[in-house]
C-alpha cells in the first residue's frame, strides 16, 4: 500500500487537473524503498539543505503510476531496486538528464550513457553456503553445473528479478546456447522446484535441506540482526557468503538507483537530492543501511559487510544485462527451471 509522508500539498495539485506546481523547498518523492532505510537520508538531507521530502512509499507499480500521470505528475524523484525498474523508466519515457555532478560520482558502468538513470548502491548475488556441509571456500556460477551438487542447491523463481539479472549477466559472458545448457543443469541440481524468497533458502540450509543457495548478500545483514524475529540469526549463522567468480570475472552485482522524473515539478530540487544521495556521507549511511555496497569509489562498506570479505564486482555495463533481460526470462520459460529437477 502506498503511503504518503508529509503529501497534502502533492495530493491537491494532482486534484487540480493541471501541471503539479513547482513548490518552494521541497522535493516529492516516489520510492519502492522501505521507509525505515530511506527516511533517515531524506531527514539528513533536510537538515543539511532546508528542503522537505515528500514520499511515496509503495511495493510496486510506481513507475507505471508516473507513466499514467504523465505531466499532471508531482514526482520528481523515483528511487527504486533492479536495473530492470530503471531501464523501464527510460524506455517508457517518465525520465530526465540526471545532473552532470551525479553522474560524475558514479563508475560509468553503472549509470546510463544517456543520462536518464544512475546507480545509488550495489548488491552481490552470490552463494549461501552451509557452514558444516560446504568445504569449498571459492567458487564460480559455472560450478554450481557440475554434477556434485545434484540435489544440494535452493534458490527461488527463476522468473524473480534477481535471477533474471544473474541469467542475463551470464548471456552476455557466454551467450545464449551456453547459458541455457548451464540453466539446465542448475535446474537438475536443485533439491526441488524453485520457492520462496531469498531468506528462505538461507532456512532451508539451516533445517538441512539444501547445502547451496543463491540469494542477495544484504539478505544476511538483515538476517543476522533481526531482532524481530531471531530465529533468522540462527539461519544466517548456518551458511557463509562464497563470492562467485573472485578469482575471474568477478560477482555478479544488481543496484538500487534513482531517476529525475521528466516532468519534475521541482527539477533543482531533484538534483540537489540525487547529488546528496551520492555523497560520500550519504552513500556510507544509505549500504550500511541496507548491508549494501557503495556505488561510489573509496567509500567503505560497513563493517558488517566488510567482514564477508571484499566484492569483486562483475564489470559487465548495466544496460547490457538489461538488453538481455528478455531472452533471460525466455530461457528460464523454455528449459522449465521453476518446475524443478527433470532429471
Given amino acids: 500500500m502506498a503511503v504518503w509522508r508529509g ?7 494532482v486534484g487540480l487537473g493541471g501541471p503539479a506546481l513547482a513548490q518552494d523547498g521541497v522535493v516529492n518523492v516516489y520510492t519502492y524503498r522501505e521507509p525505515g532505510l530511506i527516511q533517515p537520508l531524506l531527514d539528513r538531507f533536510t537538515e543539511e539543505t532546508g528542503i522537505k521530502t515528500n514520499v511515496l512509499f509503495a511495493a510496486d507499480g510506481l513507475i507505471e ?5 504523465g505531466e499532471l505528475s508531482p514526482a520528481d524523484v523515483i528511487i527504486t531496486v533492479d536495473i530492470g525498474n530503471l531501464a523501464n523508466a527510460k524506455e517508457l519515457g517518465i525520465s530526465q538528464n540526471i545532473s552532470a555532478e551525479a553522474l560524475a560520482r558514479v563508475p560509468d558502468q553503472y549509470h546510463d550513457p544517456d ?8 548488491r552481490a548475488r552470490v552463494f549461501y553456503a552451509s557452514v ?27 522468473l524473480h528479478a534477481y535471477n533474471i539479472g544473474l541469467i542475463a549477466t ?3 559472458h557466454w551467450g545464449v546456447d551456453e547459458t541455457r545448457e548451464w540453466l539446465s543443469h542448475v535446474r537438475d541440481n536443485l533439491n526441488h522446484a524453485p520457492t520462496g524468497a531469498d531468506r528462505d533458502q538461507v532456512k532451508q540450509i539451516f533445517d538441512g535441506t539444501c547445502d547451496l543457495a543463491i540469494g542477495n548478500t544484504y539478505y544476511m545483514g538483515l538476517m543476522l540482526t533481526n531482532d524481530a524475529e531471531p530465529e533468522q540469526k540462527d539461519w544466517a549463522a548456518s551458511a557463509r557468503i562464497i563470492y562467485p567468480d573472485a578469482d575471474g570475472e568477478g560477482t555478479q552485482v544488481n543496484l538500487s538507483g534513482a531517476v529525475v522524473a521528466k516532468y519534475a515539478p521541482n527539477k533543482d530540487n ?14 556510507h549511511l544509505y549500504a550500511s543501511g541496507n548491508y ?12 558488517l559487510v566488510a567482514g564477508w570479505g571484499a566484492l569483486k564486482a562483475d564489470q559487465t555495463p548495466m544496460v547490457e544485462i538489461a538488453s ?3 531472452e533471460a526470462a525466455a530461457l528460464v520459460d523454455e528449459v522449465r527451471f521453476d518446475e524443478g529437477p527433470q532429471n
Fill in 115 to 122: 543520462g536518464q538513470w544512475v546507480a545509488l548502491s550495489l
Fill in 292 to 303: 549494501e555496497f557503495p556505488v561510489v569509489a573509496g567509500v567503505e562498506a560497513s563493517e
Fill in 65 to 69: 503510476r508516473v507513466a499514467a500521470e
Fill in 270 to 283: 531533484a538534483d540537489a537530492l540525487v547529488e546528496f544521495l551520492l555523497s560520500d556521507e550519504a552513500q
Fill in 132 to 158: 558444516d556441509r560446504v568445504s569449498e571456500t571459492a567458487l564460480t556460477y559455472e560450478d554450481i553445473a557440475g554434477p556434485q551438487w545434484q540435489g544440494r542447491l535452493c534458490t527461488r523463481s527463476g
Fill in 324 to 326: 538481455h533481460r528478455k
Fill in 7 to 13: 503529501v497534502g500539498v502533492v495530493a491537491v495539485l
Fill in 170 to 172: 551470464r548471456i552476455a
